[in-house]
């Protein structure tokens, strides 16, 4: 069955530092990936997502590319802040014509705390 | 607009007991999908509903279950619960199309005693 497979954490940077958080992921036909973000105390955000292959998702200074030769979604940010400490989930769906519908397989999550 | 709501949102019970939680999706949206989230097993899919329909089921046992009403609103329910239910139950709405984005509820806490 589908699988996400995602970098373990907990990962500490310090403010204004350079993030990357892996994210592999196994399935059959082309599912879209997804990447949500928990913040403490409340329900998951979606942050970006990618539909297909080489479609690079991006919001809030965070990107990430859908790599389908390398079945990979990592997600990064050139800058850190304080405000991003949060736990950070790697994702994936069916795509369009698919049957899971809202069904998503996540990965187990990363912790990011960002120091000032 | 309003997002998903869910209550309660911090539930205390017995084993044995049995619980129901609430969620309402946000207007438009036909697709109501629960989880569960553990800090062992982390995010799991039970089901989904739409359309009154149950769409889509998880590996969950049968002491799990669900229902989606006219309005789209669902209900989960666990009966004879056990301590390995406790997690957070998070439930998430969508226009139901496949590969769609979902959109979360904060939440409910259920601690089992």
């Known amino acids: 069955g589908d699988s996400v497979t995602q970098m373990e954490g907990p990962v500490t940077l310090s403010e204004e530092a350079f993030l990357t958080i892996n994210c592999t992921y196994t399935?059959?036909?082309?599912?879209?990936l997804f990447w949500y973000v928990q913040y403490p105390g409340e329900g998951l955000q979606l942050l970006l997502k990618?539909?297909?292959?080489?479609d690079k998702g991006s919001n809030k200074g965070f990107e990430a590319t859908y790599r389908k030769e390398t079945t990979s979604f990592h997600l990064e940010k050139g800058s850190v802040q304080v405000s991003d400490s949060a736990v950070y989930f790697c994702?994936?769906?069916?795509?369009?014509?698919?049957?899971?519908?809202?069904?998503?397989?996540f990965g187990q999550g990363t912790i990011l705390t960002v120091h000032p | 607009k309003a997002g998903v709501t869910q209550t309660p949102r911090y539930l205390i019970k017995t084993r044995g007991q049995q619980v129901t939680l609430s969620c309402s999706p946000i207007?438009?949206?036909?697709?109501v999908s629960w989880y569960q989230q553990t800090p062992g097993q982390g995010l799991q899919f039970l089901f989904e509903y739409f359309s009154e329909t149950q769409r889509n089921k998880g590996n969950f046992p049968g002491r799990f279950s669900g229902r989606q009403f006219s309005n789209s609103r669902s209900e989960m329910n666990v009966s004879t619960l056990e301590l390995g239910d406790s997690a957070l139950y998070l439930c998430?709405?969508?226009f139901g199309q496949g590969g769609g984005e979902l959109f979360f509820g904060e939440g409910s806490r259920l601690t089992v005693l």
């Open positions: 207007s438009g949206h036909r697709s």
């Open positions: 990618a539909t297909k292959a080489d």
């Open positions: 994702a994936l769906s069916d795509g369009a014509g698919g049957t899971s519908y809202g069904k998503l397989t």
């Open positions: 998430a709405s969508s």
């Open positions: 399935a059959t036909g082309y599912p879209s």
